[in-house]
């Protein structure tokens, strides 16, 4: 069994619908959570931050919850632009970063 | 402020080979994390290195190695290249330690095809 474990997708989903994603991780010991976003053939760039309290950016919130080692990314009001890889990140120990699969979203017109 | 920067952006190299990778972080970042990532996959760390020591290695062969300069700039080595060593390479560098809530930012990659 995979540490970080993603929705295999791809979700294909039309402009303005609401998107979740959903990640769990199996060590308990994990300290910090991410959500990154990859464009096809691009480096991956941070996209916010998971905290226990939930966050939220714009159209995109994330909640953790470290008693079921869950955590999720909601996009509202899907754009074109939103099409992209979606990679859950977990970090422990002060070194070591763990990186989900990924899963894939496209937003059709 | 410049990004990371990766040197090659593309590599051919034939089995047995040995290659090198260049990576410089963000200005006044000290820490660089290497990461593989193969079609389809997500990252998979390698090392990271702070102050140029090694803090972290993840599950790769000793063919796989790095080195850190005292201008924080990067070095991955990989020898005896094996099919199965194509990938992205990415480097990403933070201000601190790599697994703590530092942000790390990735530079564009260098893409490795060995034949």
């Known amino acids: 069994r995979k540490e970080v474990e993603q929705d295999p997708g791809p979700f294909n989903v039309p402009e303005g619908a609401t998107v979740a994603f959903n990640c769990t991780y199996s060590n308990s010991a994990s300290q910090s959570f991410f959500w990154y976003r990859q464009d096809c053939r691009k480096e991956p760039k941070l996209l916010m931050s998971?905290?226990?309290s939930g966050n939220e950016d714009g159209r995109f919130t994330a909640q953790l919850n470290r008693a079921s080692q869950y955590i999720s990314l909601l996009i509202r009001d899907s754009k074109l632009s939103d099409s992209a890889t979606y990679l859950c990140v977990v970090t422990r120990g002060g070194f070591k970063t763990i990186f989900g699969a990924g899963t894939r979203l496209f937003v059709k017109a | 402020d410049a990004g990371v920067t990766q040197s090659p952006t593309h590599l051919i190299k034939t089995r047995g080979q040995h290659v090198t990778l260049r990576c410089s972080p963000i200005?006044?970042?000290?820490?660089v994390s290497w990461y593989q990532q193969v079609l389809g996959q997500g990252p998979q760390f390698i090392f990271q290195?702070?102050?140029?020591?090694?803090?972290g290695r993840g599950n790769f062969p000793d063919r796989f190695s790095a080195r850190q300069f005292p201008n924080y700039s990067s070095e991955l080595n990989v020898n005896a290249l094996l099919l199965g060593d194509s990938a992205l390479y990415l480097c990403?560098?933070?201000?601190?330690?790599?697994?703590?809530?530092?942000?790390?930012?990735f530079g564009p990659g260098t893409r490795l095809t060995v034949l």
């Open positions: 998971v905290y226990s």
């Open positions: 290195y702070y102050e140029k020591e090694e803090r």
């Open positions: 990403a560098s933070s201000r601190g330690l790599a697994g703590t809530t530092d942000t790390q930012y």
């Open positions: 200005s006044g970042h000290k820490s």
